[in-house]
């Protein structure tokens, strides 16, 4: 599923160079649920960047799906993160002017799906993260947990490889939190690949697998031996 | 993403953006609307204009003499001449016209008097002028040839002079300088002039039309003022304008005595003033049009730098460099051709005001409404590629980033 060999990448500010990742190498196999942890500025989020095409690594392979995105161009890229990759924010990223539909419908508009297919296929999503009731609703008339539904329903609407989320609880209460935890669970037992960047270990216990690390290297990759269950009573 | 959705997203960017939109089209609404008013006003000028040269015979040569004052007795024109220009084989019709000098001609039945001009013309005169008759018939040949007392009277000196207007076989007397004669009407014709009779009132002269012959004899004169000349070709006109002259000079034994004046000169002369004027106007009223265009991409700049987020995060779901520079080139466009079609419109309505003041038709031609809206989307896509290119090159981390 996902490859990473010798993976550098450095950062040029000014004159001084910073190394944000070094020679990082990592496996992620079909079906696995992955917590990347770590303080701030130790990495993890540049790594999510080059995992979700955003960023390119300055040395070393990517491969996703035995292809070696280290050598795509930006088209291809884009092409990448649009059928493969599923994003999940912190900030959650909905478009303000869209509904909730409108919004989960946005990366098949880019794959070039019809319009009915779009609409199928996005209430089928919306349906999964338990928000069809909320399709006509705008992103500000939705709580957080809500909207982060949503933008999980539209991480999710291309049928990715990946769901990469970057500390998707981030900006939610507990309660919200465990919802959200409950539904990546969910999604994961349904066959999803996840990897979620988090720093909280009370989130990151939901996961498989917690991989760390400090100021750009991987000090420890473990499994989690008793997953907490979110409980997501209606899930 | 395809071209339907750019579309639809562009729309509703710009209706959630009502007020800046608007101000942001409104450079382009006042430039097409500026220009297509005034074009519109001055083809509709110069189809007037056309229309009034029409009515007085387009192609129609004048042939008089050059210099009336230098002139020997041998050079001036005579009834005979019109025989001489009837052989050229391209003249088609021709009419000596002669108006009795003395200026003014009294009526004196059956009461009331009009200031009048008695012209002298003959059976051609119908083919060469745009006159219409009400009631009665033209001049024919023999009212010449008999120098008959016949005349045709307009409308308004009818309804002056017997308060009805088919006075045709009634007498009215024509006072002359050497004296009153009776004249049967023959015809009553349309009022050409009506606008300009009713204001200027019996200021205005009626005209009456005779046969030359009857004319000529009653001044004791036998020469003509003028040549009406129409010719089969209007295209050759000059050339037959050139012939005719020196056939009137080979027979007066003259050099350099006539002179031609063709109406459709003018006419082209005319229109050629007041095309050069539409131009001028329209290419300041273009500049504000360049104004507008600029103002558009100012807006396209800050929509880019507003919307710098939505970017990354439409990056981020796959859109490729192209689809963004799509969605922000179709939202310039949109927003041109939309300022297009309201100033198109607006110069229109502009266009009739104006018109209904000037008392002319204003004309659009489907020609300038595609070329107004093909220069609002050349002025779209040129103030939408800068602002696009810049969306489109975007770090996508970066956009994401931004606040």
Known sequence: MIKIEALHKTYKNGKIEVAALKNISLKVIPKEFVAIMGASGSGKSTLMNILGCLDRSTSGKYYLDKVDISSLEDNDLAAIRNIKIGFVFQAFNLLPKLTALENVELPMIYAGAKHKERKEKAMLALERVGLADRIDHRPNELSGGQKQRVAIARALVNSPSILLADEPTGNLDSKSSKEIMGIFQKLNEEGVTIVMVTHEMDVAEHTKRIVTFKDGEIISDKAVLTTIKAGGNEL | MNLTESIKSAFRNLLANKMRSFLAMLGIIIGIGSVIMITSVGAGSQSAITADFDK???GMLTIQMKNPNKAKTRDFLTLDDTELIRKHPEVENVCPYFQGWGASVKLKNPKEEKESLINGINEDFRFLSSQELLYGRHIIESDGKTKSKVVIIDEVLAQKVFARKDVVGETIAVTLWRGTYDFTIIGVSKNANAALESMMGDQMPSMLYA???????????????YFYVTTKDASSADQTALELTKMLETKHRNEDAYFVKNAAQDLEMVNNILGIITGFISFVAGISLLVGGVGVMNIMLVTVTERTREIGIRK?????NKDI???????????TIIGGV???TLGFLGGIGIGSAMKITPKISSLSIIVTVGVSTIIGIIAGVYPANKAAKLDPIEALRYE
């Open chain 2, 56 to 58: 007085l015979g387009v």
């Open chain 2, 211 to 225: 046969p030359i012959e009857t004319v000529n004899d009653m001044y004791r004169y036998d020469y003509v003022d």
């Open chain 2, 316 to 320: 981020s779901l796959g859109a490729k």
């Open chain 2, 325 to 335: 520079r799509q969605q922000f080139l179709i939202e310039a466009v949109i927003l």
């Open chain 2, 342 to 344: 309201i100033g198109i």
